[in-house]
């Protein structure tokens, strides 16, 4: 009796963990997949439709969406019937998907937006804070607060954060740099400063990128440089002048290659038959078919022997 009794309750509690453990399966079962993780909280997808998933493990935003992005500083961008949102951590709309493009908010506090057809600036309210426009924006607003537009998606202008334009919208091409701006209109090329000031008139057929105050033109076939701080235009007797690179600048003459200081200068003589500007205080030379490094004073920089760099990787592990 007692082994018939041990027995039934064996049975009973091996039925009762099985069905325990069926449903422990079944509630912890995902039917979903986790498309990315933010601060504990995930996107979630299930039949094509996306939603957010909070640390509790509640889904705060519904699987009705067709794509979720990634969060950024606590936003995630959000596409419902091909329109696009921000929705914020609490499962909130932050900005409505009303939106055919909506991009992330720069550091000015707004976001480039697309809709209708043109492109507008809106603020984290939703409020419009550069009327939607332009055709074409060639990027966000840039460290200096500046950026590139066009009206009717051909000719182009510069403008600020309050709207106001900076250069007129009559160019094919614009170029923003840090102390500059180029412009490009009818296979010619202008210089400004970043208040739209001419520095170099709509006349020349090259004007080079450079870092720091001095840059390379070319006019009328001859090439020279335009020392900013100053005002004054130099021309020089080379065939080319390449980029101002960390205070040299590469220049051709009767297919030599050579570099002068931020005076114009000759530093390094015109020697190699191949050169390029400096990067991390060296440059690529060939002459006489041997390639190599120099430095600024134009010594040659040797071969570090392959033991060197096997030193470099050892003491960084």
Not at 27 to 54: A, C, T
């Given at each position: ?81 091909k329109k ?125 990128k450079s ?24 021309y020089l ?81």
């Open positions: 009796m007692m082994k018939r009794t041990l027995l039934f309750g064996s049975i009973f509690i091996g039925i009762l963990l099985g069905n325990l453990i069926g449903i422990y399966l079944l509630l912890s079962r995902k039917d979903y997949r986790i498309v990315s993780r933010y601060n504990h909280f995930q996107i979630i997808e299930k039949n094509q439709r996306m939603g957010i998933m909070n640390p509790q493990g509640n889904i705060i935003f519904p699987l009705l969406y067709e794509k979720i992005d990634s969060f950024h500083y606590g936003i995630a961008r959000v596409t419902k019937d696009i949102g921000y929705v914020d951590t609490t499962g909130k709309w932050k900005i409505p998907p009303v939106y055919d493009d909506l991009y992330l908010f720069n550091s000015f506090g707004s976001a480039l937006a697309l809709q209708n057809g043109k492109y507008g600036w809106i603020n984290k309210r939703n409020e419009t804070v550069i009327p939607f426009l332009y055709k074409n924006v060639q990027s966000d607003f840039n460290r200096n607060g500046q950026t590139i537009v066009s009206k009717d998606g051909q000719k182009y202008g510069c403008i600020n954060l309050r709207n106001e334009t900076i250069l007129d919208f009559i160019y094919d091409r614009i170029e923003l740099f840090d102390i500059y701006m180029l412009g490009e209109k009818d296979s010619s090329q202008g210089l400004y400063d970043l208040q739209g000031k001419i520095l170099l008139p709509l006349t020349y057929e090259r004007i080079q870092e720091g105050p001095v840059i390379p033109f070319k006019q009328n076939g001859k090439w020279g440089i335009y020392k900013s701080i100053t005002q004054e235009k130099v007797p080379y065939d080319s002048i390449g980029s101002y690179q960390e205070g040299l600048v590469c220049v051709t003459k009767d297919d030599k290659f050579g570099y002068l200081d931020l005076s114009g200068e000759p530093v390094i003589p015109l020697k190699f038959n191949f050169a390029t500007g400096f990067h991390h205080q060296h440059a690529n030379v060939s002459t006489h078919g041997y390639r190599f490094s120099i430095d600024k004073e134009g010594n040659r920089i040797p071969h570090r022997p392959i033991n060197y760099f096997f030193g470099i990787l050892i003491n960084k592990l």
